[in-house]
């Protein structure tokens, strides 16, 4: 993710489609709900642990807490308020 947004057009994000093609449909749902939470922050690049999200997705709900869990390699704007 890249300022909130997801490039669906990775080999990576292909692969990760392929892989996990059977509940594909529910980790996109909450691909779309981290970005919406994501999308105002000062956020400049992030990566995922997609494995994570995938097992997460296994279950009925995910709490806020848990999908935010999948977050890795964090890279923060600094603030302009210098």
Do not use: H, W
């Not at 980790?27 to 105002?40: D, V």
């Amino acid at each position: 993710m890249i300022k909130g947004i997801i490039n669906y057009d990775t080999p990576e994000f292909a692969s990760f489609q392929r892989i996990y093609e059977s509940i594909f449909p529910k980790i996109k749902t909450q691909l779309s709900r981290l970005s919406g939470i994501l999308k105002y922050q000062m956020i400049e690049y992030i990566k995922l642990d997609g494995k994570k999200l995938a097992y997460l997705c296994l279950k009925d709900k995910i709490s806020e807490a848990e999908l935010l869990s999948c977050l890795i390699n964090l890279l923060v704007k600094p603030s302009d308020d210098n």
